[in-house]
């Protein structure tokens, strides 16, 4: 029999206590693994000694899977042991694993090779910027991140405002946290008077914020306090 691939989230914010976003039943199926992929092994291991999981972490076993896995050789070989019949785990920088993440190339071909896979319950930075935003939580779209040139991420801009617009359907995006500010300043002069715009920075976190308005209103306020913090943006309706 082949192993078990367990999807792990972790805190979105470093700032929160594992215990106030992740059920205790996480950490009782962390602890019966000894092996895992993940994103980056340092911070993989500070998450793991926060949960309080039984086994010493220089016991455990540590595989990379970030941008810079890429061939598919690379990625067979860390399914190799659960076509073994070990179980692994597999932990993201930052929420869940496998969304907006390198993650799902394991869990793609886990399926391709039979491997059972067990997503665990965890915070998404992406559902509740939604939850929270009071834009259209029926139809929504996540589009990772917008082109970094122009005129490309102008046009990427205006072609999910015009989505958003025509179909009602709220358009999701992040952006790495430095360029925020630069991203917004190109959203407020792209979209139209009336979009609405959300901007939901450091959830999960003491300092969080979700603040909706149009890109009207946006204009005659100061620009919000995002500046190199993670931030979710959405254009809705």
């Known amino acids: 029999m082949t192993g078990v691939l367990y999807l792990i989230p972790c805190p979105v914010s470093d700032e ?16 019966s693994l000894d092996y895992f992929i993940v994103e980056n092994v340092r911070s993989a291991r500070r998450f793991l000694s926060k949960t309080g999981i039984s086994r010493p972490i220089d016991s455990l076993e540590f595989r990379e899977l ?11 070989s860390l399914i190799a042991p659960l076509l073994a019949g070990r179980s692994a785990g597999v932990i993201s920088e930052a929420g869940v694993p496998a969304v907006a993440d390198p993650g799902s190339a394991v869990v793609e071909l886990c ?10 319950v965890g915070p998404s930075s992406i559902i509740l910027a939604v939850m929270a935003s009071g834009q259209n939580g029926q ?4 589009n990772g991140y917008l082109p970094v040139k122009e005129p490309d991420r102008t ?12 179909e009602n359907q709220s358009q999701v995006f992040i952006e790495a946290p430095y360029r925020n500010v630069k991203l917004f300043e190109t959203i407020l002069r792209s ?5 609405r715009i959300t901007v939901a920075t450091d959830l999960t976190s003491p300092s969080q914020f979700t603040v909706t308005r149009t890109a009207g209103e946006w204009g005659k306020v100061p620009m919000p306090d995002f500046a190199k913090r993670p931030t979710i943006f959405i254009i809705g309706k």
């Open 139 to 142: 139809s929504f779209a996540f």
């Open 191 to 195: 979209c139209h008077a009336s979009t």
């Open 155 to 166: 046009r990427a801009i205006k072609r999910f405002e015009a989505r958003a617009l025509s």
């Open 66 to 76: 970030n941008e810079h896995t890429t061939s598919p050789a690379e990625i067979e």
């Open 111 to 120: 399926h391709k090779r039979g491997i059972k896979v067990v997503p665990l």
């Open 16 to 31: 929160t206590a594992i215990s106030e976003v992740l059920p205790a039943a996480n950490k009782d199926i962390a602890d």
